[in-house]
């Protein structure tokens, strides 16, 4: 296991500094320039057959971000349902919902339900293995993600360049809801949650109280981890959710589980059936990675727009498009096209079969929502034709559905990226649905 771990942190960390010269495909820009949501300049709008194109079907352009129309022929079909309502329980399949998002009654503390108990506690980079040192990306003083809005490589617009990032040591907080009903030295089932203390989980705890009380949902435990610190390209966030791979459930499984059984004095199921997984934006596609690279691990995930899209760094030659890949082709330069590669013209590699088409289907449970209004391009210097949030969760439903997969998707009305009121409304119903079928004592 040690060698295991050895090779496992070599690898990423020797990837990690193989950090391209600053070479500008999009001059650098000045200002605080944070997002963009509109078509990026110079991007291919119009050629489908070309390389990056970005499809704007069914997209009204006069919000930021643009509002898709859920009806786009592009997108597989899904059943719209009134106002309100949300899908019965365990349906499966596509759905629109909204416009209107009304908390759930189960997210609203009730007299007489017994309550869960939270503990918490801290960890950092200087105890880890897996994720030490962690990375720190410079940016311009009380402008989040600056120092990514700059450059791409001179022959890739997929391929973001990033200086600015550079060894550090993060700090998280990890708090473990424990419910009133678990016994003491019991194995219970629980839930692994992604950006930790995120105000879009306000209403776990008491979700989880009521869910459990009305016997929808087995008592578990849930152990919101918190991220490593700033967001995207060149981050420890996103190093540790946005990389296609299986190393953020290896320092879950290894590094912070031992920790919570310690900790909280509690005792975690080994069962994979009992075990979930849960994230928002880029912890939402971390936690599809965790089941899809380790399901003897993880077979429930649940994920609010989810970040299918290609911010993997560094970039991966094996992987191009990052967790776009999951669904669909490479969206670069391929077949006959030839690119330069340190000064030779050289054949670019063919775009390959998603991840998800390529294997045989495996046995994870995939609740997963997005909104009309979530992210479209928010960075206006990588125009790849892979940064479409709403796209990218259409096509995960449409090739999940191609392969046989257990899977909710909610196209949902009124609703931008993790929206709160969305979340509020759907939290509670998306949590039984990701729990069915495990016995319920």
Avoid at 100 to 109: F, G, K, L, Y
Avoid at 287 to 310: D, I, K
Avoid at 321 to 336: I, K, L, Q, V
Wanted: proline share 10%; glycine share 8%.
């Amino acid at each position: 296991m040690n060698a295991l771990l050895a090779a496992l942190t070599g690898t990423l960390m020797s990837a990690a500094w193989l950090i391209p010269a600053a070479s500008a495909q999009t001059p650098a820009q000045t200002g605080c320039v944070t997002q963009n949501m509109a078509v990026p300049p110079g991007a291919n709008t119009t050629d489908k057959a070309a390389p990056f194109f970005i499809d704007t079907t069914g997209l009204d352009f006069k919000t930021a971000p643009p509002t898709r129309d859920p009806s786009n022929p592009n997108y597989p079909r899904a059943t719209e349902l009134p106002d309100g309502t949300l899908p019965p329980p365990g349906a499966e399949g596509n759905f629109i919902i909204g416009p209107t998002h009304t908390p759930a009654p189960e997210t609203i503390a009730k007299d007489g339900v017994l309550r869960g108990t939270i503990t918490s506690f801290t960890m950092s980079s200087k105890d880890s293995v897996i994720y030490n040192p962690g990375l720190i990306r410079d940016d311009i003083a009380g402008c989040s993600n600056s120092s990514i809005m700059a450059t791409t490589a001179p022959d890739d617009k997929s391929h973001m360049v990033v200086t600015s990032s550079h060894p550090g040591t993060w700090t998280r907080t990890v708090e473990v809801y424990i419910p009133a009903q678990y016994v003491r030295g019991t194995e219970l089932p629980f839930i692994v949650v992604g950006d930790g203390g995120s105000t879009a989980y306000k209403h776990l705890a008491t979700a989880l109280d009521n869910l459990i009380a009305q016997r929808r949902v087995p008592p578990m435990i849930a152990i919101q981890i918190g991220n490593g610190g700033q967001d995207a390209q060149g981050s420890q966030r996103g190093r540790e959710y946005d990389t296609v791979s299986g190393t953020y459930a290896q320092f879950v499984e290894r590094e912070v589980l031992p920790l919570v059984e310690q900790r909280a004095d509690i005792k975690l199921t080994k069962n994979p059936e009992g075990r979930a997984t849960m994230g928002l934006s880029s912890s939402g596609s971390a936690a599809f990675n965790m089941a899809w690279f380790h399901p003897e691990l993880y077979q429930r995930v649940l994920a609010f727009s989810p970040t299918m899209v290609n911010q993997q760094w560094p970039h991966d030659p094996s992987l191009r498009g990052g967790a776009w890949e999951y669904h669909s082709p490479w969206a670069g330069p391929a077949g006959p096209n030839l690119t330069v590669k340190a000064g030779v013209l050289t054949p670019s590699e063919p775009p390959g079969t998603p991840l998800i088409t390529a294997a045989p289907a495996k046995p994870i449970r995939f609740w997963f929502m997005v909104g009309d209004q979530d992210l479209f391009y928010p960075n206006p210097t990588i125009p790849d034709g892979m940064h479409d949030w709403t796209l990218s969760n259409q096509l995960m439903a449409k090739v999940l559905a191609d392969k046989g997969y257990h899977y909710q998707f909610l196209f949902v009305r009124n609703a931008k990226h993790v929206d709160r009121p969305a979340i509020a409304q759907l939290l509670p119903a998306a949590l039984e649905w990701l729990w069915k079928g495990y016995p319920i004592p």
